[in-house]
């Protein structure tokens, strides 16, 4: 079993819903958690860090942390276009170097 | 616009290449990472650095060496390229304050025939 898991996708949504992408992990460890974009032929790009548990906003994205459920959120409103990416979470322990990934969710969003 | 450069994007090599992968990055950032992605699978670290003159191999076993000789500077090298190389390396840079890899690199697609 992979320390974490991300279900792939494809997830498709039109333009103006609300997203919800989602991580589960199984190393109770973990006290940093990331959510990276991806653009086609693109470097990933950092979107939220989050330290520990609880809830963290920029604009139109939420990155939410419930370490009980060992369970990570993030949240895209009013979702557009330039929406259409792969997402990533990635998350280390504090006292540990290596940054474990999720596979990535590729999300369309359509006009 | 992430201050961190990598080249070539693209390279096709013959098997057997000596190849260097090169990273610069301008934030003065001492860590320093080399990724490999391959589709559907996740990010592998192969390579990463704390400051000039530190190295150490990630998790993924990997044929290929770094130097760290300069801060903003921490190519890779491959002595003798193979199929198996065939990749999307990417690099990453982070301070010490944010303790990730902060910044990518757009990559560098790799194709050794």
């Known amino acids: 079993q992979k320390e974490v898991e991300q279900d792939p996708g494809p997830l498709s949504v039109p333009e103006g819903a609300i997203v919800s992408l989602n991580c589960t992990y199984s190393?109770?460890?973990?006290?940093?958690f990331m959510w990276y974009r991806q653009y086609s032929r693109k470097g990933p790009e950092l979107l939220m860090y989050t330290y520990s548990s609880g809830n963290k906003e920029d604009g139109r994205f939420t990155a939410q942390v419930d370490k009980s459920s060992k369970y990570i959120s993030l949240f895209i409103r009013d979702s557009q276009p330039s929406d259409s990416a792969t997402y990533l979470c990635?998350?280390?322990?504090?006292?540990?170097?290596?940054?474990?990934w999720g596979l990535g969710t590729s999300l369309a969003v359509n006009p | 616009e992430a201050d961190i450069y990598q080249t070539p994007r693209y390279l096709v090599i013959g098997t057997g290449k000596k190849i260097t992968l090169e990273c610069s990055q301008t934030m003065g950032h001492d860590k320093m990472y080399w990724y490999q992605q391959d589709p559907g699978m996740e990010l592998h670290l192969i390579h990463y650095?704390?400051?000039?003159?530190?190295?150490e191999k990630g998790d993924l076993s990997s044929e290929s060496t770094v130097s760290r000789i300069r801060t903003e500077h921490f190519p890779l090298t491959l002595e003798s390229a193979r199929p198996s190389h065939t990749s999307q390396y990417l690099c990453a840079s982070g301070d010490n304050l944010m303790n990730t890899e902060a910044f990518f690199g757009q990559g560098t697609r790799l194709t050794v025939v």
């Open positions: 990635a998350m280390r322990a504090g006292n540990n170097r290596k940054l474990i």
């Open positions: 190393n109770s460890a973990f006290q940093y």
């Open positions: 650095s704390y400051g000039v003159n530190s190295t």
